[in-house]
Structures are given as C-alpha cells and as structure tokens.
C-alpha cells in the first residue's frame, strides 16, 4: 500500500491542516480591521475542532499574541505546551480553579459584578492581583453585567485586587440580514460605547484604559470601525462561515471591492478517512445498521473508517451526503455506524482498500465544503467543526 509521506501516521480518519490557508486567513482579517485592533483568535472546542495546540502555535508563529477560550482547562492546555501572549477565558471558572488563573498568568472574563467580588476575594485572601476582562451584557442576556447597570460596572473597576485589564460584549445578531437584527445590533454597539463612555470618569479607566472588543467573525465583516483593541475571531479565522450560502455571498460581494488575491477565506482544514474494505452488493440485499439501505441493482460499496464518533452527523445520511474517492463523488448508504461508513463506489472504477476519501475538502475537481456537509447535517459549520472527534489525527498538510 502506498501511504503518501503526508499521511504517513494518518492511517485511519485524519484532520489535515493548511497553513498557507490559515496565514492567509489572518492576513486577509487583519487587513479588514481598522489600525491598533489586533486579533484575538477564538481556540476554544479544540480551535473549533482543528487542534488548538497546533493552530495556536501556529498562530503565535504569525504574530498572534492575544487568544481566547472557553474554559480554563483549555488555556491551561496551551500554556501547557507552549503557547505564549494572551489567553481570556470568556466562561465561567470555578472559584476551586482561581488559583489556575494566577498560575498560569491567565484572564478571567468578570461574567457580573457578584462573580467579580468573589474573584476580589479570592485574590486579596492570597495578595494578590488578578487579571480580568468584564463581560457586558448588551442584549444577548448570556455572560456579562447588564450594560445599564453603570454602577455594579463602574464597582468592578474599584475592586483592588482586580486588574481590569479589559472589558468586552458580545453581539448576537451581526450575522442576520434582517433589519430586525440589523437594529438590534446597532443598539448592542450603542449600548457597548455608552457604557465605555460613563466609565471613562473613573480613576482606574483614566489611569490604565483597559483593552475593549466587541466583534467576532460576522462582527470583523460587517460592522469593522467598531474593532476597539481586539477582534475575538473565530469561525472566519478557519476560512469558513457559519452557513454555504454566507460563505458564497461573502466571497462575492468582497471580491468585487478587493483585489483578487489580495482577499480570500481558504478552509483550513481537510477531513479525510481510509477505504477498509470494497466488495460487492447484488441485487435485494441490504447493507448496514436496520436494513435501511436496499440494493435496487447489483453495485460496489466501500467501507470507510469513519464514523459518527469522529464527528460524521448520523444525519448527514439521509440527506444526500457524500464522500469523495478519486475525484469522484460516492454517495453514503444506510446508516452511519459509530466508526465507520458505507458508501456506493459503483460509478468509481479502481477503488481499493487503503485509498483515501475526502469528507470535507478537495478530490480531484471535485469538492465538499464544511458548509455544504454542515446543511447536509441540519446545522451550521461551528457545531459540525467543533464536534469533530479527538479519535482523529491531526496533521499539517505538507
Ligand atoms: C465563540 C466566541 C467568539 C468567536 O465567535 P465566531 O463567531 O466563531 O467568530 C467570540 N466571542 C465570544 C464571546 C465567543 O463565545
């Protein structure tokens, strides 16, 4: 069997990574933020399912000195191996865990003025000093102090053994296209730039003006001028968007105002998987998991080593999913097992066990984009990435 070098240790489901496409991607971001407004990549889920050890050193490479995640086991992983700058938390830690934040010089996101105090206390107990960025909430009613409560806001900032190092919302609508949300998003910015400008009076704001952010990917896109210090990229940064239809639309409206090459969203990330097995199906048999699949007519199948515990979606199944095998499109029957599937290869000559087939990515002329296998899942490219199963490599394409 001939393993190219690429794929030397990927001999069962595999994630591969391009790294031209991922400096492209922060090239082309960056080039889109206004001066002074540095990218803070969201790598939480795992960097949306890419590896967050690889694509945060990757990114330190590029320059990037400032990320954020979810959970403090996350950031406590890259700092574990390596990852230098920045790290917020943008969720909630436990108060058994603060200690992990001094440790390993991270950022708390203050989620309200409560949760504040009790990070206060913890750090005057050990004399300390703890660093945070406060979370305001302006309208998506998640994390964050309400962005009309100027005083529990302006009590933060008072609090001694804080250092508020930023303050930050949230929107929750920048990616709609309907006025509804266009309105409401505009009163999220307002509400953000109210709140900074009642807290400019405060001492500790005149002394040391924290870093401020506001957007994340739709954010950068649409509404840019309101960058601040930091944009909390993350779904653009791995050169998709939330839906196909977004990502199209999105490259055809910014290719006519950029130069060509200039701009591009590259997916970064590849899914691949191993052919097992090919064999026959006749006619009146059925193949898999509930006899869901019946052969109308002698055909070839292909078992594939990967399955719904690497992240395939059940659902995909039934609804037109497919996999490339040498540039060829091979439609998935019945149903998706845990850790492999089946595919018809009738229409594909010369597939052999070992040879690859794409999930996600390119086959010859052939491609199937996140997008268009996150609608063949009935959801959006974030939650297919980020559920893509740990059981898989993750590899640099060369
Ligand atoms: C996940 C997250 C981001 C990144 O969002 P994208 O839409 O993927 O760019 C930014 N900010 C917060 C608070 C998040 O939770």
New binding site residues.
Partial sequence: MNLSKTSSFSTRAWIELDRKALAGNVRFLRSRLPQGCSLMP?V?ADAYGHGAILIARELNRLGVEAF?V?CIQEAVLLRENGIVGEILI?GYTHPVQFPLIQKYNLIQTAVDYEYAKQLNLYARRQNKKLRVHIGVDTGMHRLGERSENIEKLSAICSLSNLSIDGIFS?LCAADGSTEREKQFTEKQISAFSHVLQKLKTHPFFKNAPPKTHLL???GILRYPEFAGDYA?????LYGVLSTEKDTTLYQTSVSQHVNAHDFILTPVLSLKARVAIVKELYKGESAGYGLAFTAERDMRLAAITIGYADGLPRIAAAHGGSVLLHGRRAPIIGRICMDQTLVDISGIPGVQAGDTAVLIGRSGSESISAGHLAEQSATIT?ELLSRLGSRLERVWKE
Wanted: charged share 15%; proline share 0%.
């Fill in positions: 969201a939480k954020c979810a943008l949230h994340s990917s739709y909390r990229v993350g779904i653009a974030n």
